[in-house]
Nanobody, 123 residues
Framework: QVQLVESGGGLVQAGGSLRLSCAAS????????MGWFRQAPGKEREFVAA????????YYSDSVKGRFTISRDNAKITVYLQMNSLKPEDTAVYYC????????????????WGQGTQVTVSS
């Protein structure tokens, strides 16, 4: 079992930055690839970014590539999402997730999810 707790969300103006954190507990963190997803009101949950177990490989959706950076600190059992140049369309609840299978853009391939943190970007 892995427990995930997100933090760092909030209200920010367009063009601003936020850093989300996802603290893990439970089974060995380094055994899991990690991902960030988001869900806006009335929309399906969508992939944002993923990082491999050791952190060497990262993947991004086209909508955030070049603006967001995913990273992890296995010693601190935490994964981060640095979000720069935020846009109103980035407004959503952001979730972190853990996958035993490896990095994926597919929500079905993640085994554990956090409760989410709200990010609101004003224009």
């Amino acid at each position: 079992q892995v427990q995930l707790v997100e933090s760092g969300g909030g209200l920010v103006q367009a063009g601003g930055s936020l850093r989300l954190s996802c603290a893990a507990s439970g089974r060995v963190f380094s055994e899991y690839a990690m991902g960030w997803f988001r869900q806006a009101p009335g929309k399906e949950r969508e992939f944002v970014a993923a990082i491999s177990r050791g952190g060497a490989f990262t993947y991004y959706s086209d909508s955030v590539k070049g603006r967001f950076t995913i990273s992890r600190d296995n010693a601190k059992i935490t994964v981060y999402l640095q979000m720069n140049s935020l846009k109103p369309e980035d407004t959503a609840v952001y979730y972190c997730a853990a996958s035993r299978e490896g990095t994926s853009r597919n929500t079905d391939e993640y085994d554990y999810w956090g409760q989410g943190t709200q990010v609101t970007v004003s224009s």
